[in-house]
């Protein structure tokens, strides 16, 4: 470490590298997303329902492990502990590829061609789903293994390299790594697809990951530790608290014996968090999840160029919009003097009323394709700067070394909020697709009235989520 008066700005390649990697864990969660329509259906004669149980499943299983990866985060070190989370994702990922070949081997079938000439009762395994359900239900446990570490790590590591007044805008640069991998995605991951197989697509996209943690090894080092930071930057990293730099020797004895997974529920700040997730996490994970879908069935797939625009002017409007989810607060603390929790719950207010607009999607959907995709896109950018914020609430309440713990409780609640919002879209658009005209909601018929009942929900649910976080820590109170 060097003695300067001019600070280094490597926190800030930090972030870089938390936005890098957060881009490649959405990649990876799209590719399923935008090729299961157009290219995956048609092999294995999937419906709603088929592909709704795989990405409920992915939800569960990422929420159960979220609960053990940021305990896991903050014993292992966010060095370790973040190469093994990204290592683990992308093996999940490409192991997609994989899927078909089994499939056809196991039934005894010579191509790939001849599986998709069987009739689906055909093709019925075990428990009422088809063998091609269950092997992708298996790569994504994987993958959600992997990727339910990347979010305490990097919440983490944001708290290590950042003061409070700065988290929420490192944590809204890093978070929109979420945005720019849904961006980028469309764009890439369709052609790949057309062009080398949609078993390819996974392989590529997922092999990012392995390049992403060999640049992790030489980027990161703790603060105090770090080569290419000076004591100038390190200051300004402890300035709000004055505290000493916690040592790897502190950590382990905190989090080990004084500060276990029970003990985290017996603090109305952990409540307050996990309701923020619980309501909102779905919202975002349906939009991940169904937007290809829903504009497919607006007459305009992946496969098509104002298909693959929609999905990139969607993702465009969340990147720009949900940006200043972290200038917000910080103008509310440095211009306004307020303490950063009541600057962050300020911030969240506003951006709650932003996902209203989505339970106007469906009926404008009739007048042109392109005003759902711009009330989604900023439903979506409200649920970012929504998030970013409420990633940093675990910094202004909760000590360092106990944050990625309590990112995973949370998450485990997020989680268990999309495992039931994909779960039942899934189930309720096949119902409703079934009964046609017979289904209606709000002057909605048929499966365009599930969407309608889904986007009611996701407009709502941001408002309830504030006021109950607002009910349970009215006033900055930190964990000591």
């Not at 881009?23 to 088929?50: C, G, H």
């Not at 305009?300 to 972290?326: A, H, R």
């Not at 009926?363 to 649920?383: F, N, R």
Request: with cysteine.
């Amino acid at each position: 470490m060097t003695s300067t008066n001019k600070m280094s700005n490597y926190r800030w390649v930090i972030c870089a590298m938390l936005f890098l990697a957060t881009t490649i864990n959405y990649m990876d969660r799209q590719v399923l997303s935008l090729t299961w329509a157009d290219f995956i259906k048609p092999e294995f004669q999937w419906n709603d329902d088929d592909y709704g149980t795989i990405t409920s499943f992915f939800s569960i299983f990422y929420a159960v492990i979220s609960l053990f990866a940021g305990k896991f985060i903050d014993w292992m070190g966010t060095r370790k502990g973040y190469i093994w989370a990204i290592v683990v994702w992308s093996l999940g990922a490409c192991l997609h590829a994989g899927c078909g070949w089994v499939a056809v081997r196991a039934e005894g079938l010579s191509s790939v061609d001849e599986f998709m000439l069987m009739d689906k009762a055909a093709q019925i395994s075990l428990m009422g789903l088809t063998l091609s359900v269950w092997l992708f239900i298996a790569c994504r446990m994987i993958l959600a293994v992997g990727e339910a570490g990347n979010f305490p790590a990097a919440i983490k590591v944001t708290a290590e390299f950042f003061p409070k007044k700065d988290r929420a805008l490192a944590t809204s640069i890093f978070n929109s790594g979420a945005s720019i991998g849904a961006l980028v995605a469309p764009l890439t991951i369709p052609v790949l697809a057309k062009q080398w197989g949609w078993e390819m697509s996974f392989v590529i996209i997922g092999a990012l990951g392995f390049v992403w943690a060999g640049l992790w090894l030489f980027a990161y080092d703790k603060p105090t530790d770090c080569r290419f930071m000076n004591e100038t930057e390190l200051a300004y990293i402890n300035s709000d608290d004055g505290a000493a730099p916690v040592s790897d020797e502190e950590d382990k004895t905190f989090v080990a014996g004084d500060f276990s997974i029970i003990d985290c529920f017996m603090y109305r700040q952990t409540w307050a968090f996990i309701v923020g997730k619980l309501l909102t996490d779905g919202v975002w994970w349906f939009f991940l999840f169904w937007a290809p879908a829903y504009f497919k069935e607006l007459g305009f797939p992946v496969t098509t160029f104002t298909g693959q625009m929609l999905i990139f002017v969607l993702y465009l409007i969340v990147t720009i919009v949900s940006i200043f989810g972290g200038y917000l607060p910080k103008y509310f603390v440095e211009q306004k003097g307020m303490e950063p929790y009541a600057g962050r719950m300020r911030a969240m207010l506003i951006f709650a009323f932003l996902p209203i607009f989505a339970m106007f999607a469906q009926p404008l959907a009739s007048y042109s394709v392109w005003l759902p995709c711009v009330i989604i896109g900023l439903a979506g950018a409200g649920h970012q700067a929504w998030s970013a914020n409420l990633y940093s609430t675990i910094g202004d309440m909760f000590p360092k070394r106990a944050i990625a713990t309590i990112t995973g409780i949370g998450t485990l609640f997020g989680g268990l909020c999309s495992f039931a919002i994909n779960k039942c879209s899934g189930m309720l658009f096949t119902y409703a697709e079934s009964l046609g005209a017979d289904f209606s909601f709000f002057g909605v018929v048929g499966k365009p009235a599930g969407y309608m009942m889904i986007f009611c929900y996701c407009a709502v649910a941001y408002l309830v989520a504030w006021f109950i976080m607002k009910a349970l820590v009215p006033k900055y109170k930190p964990i000591e």
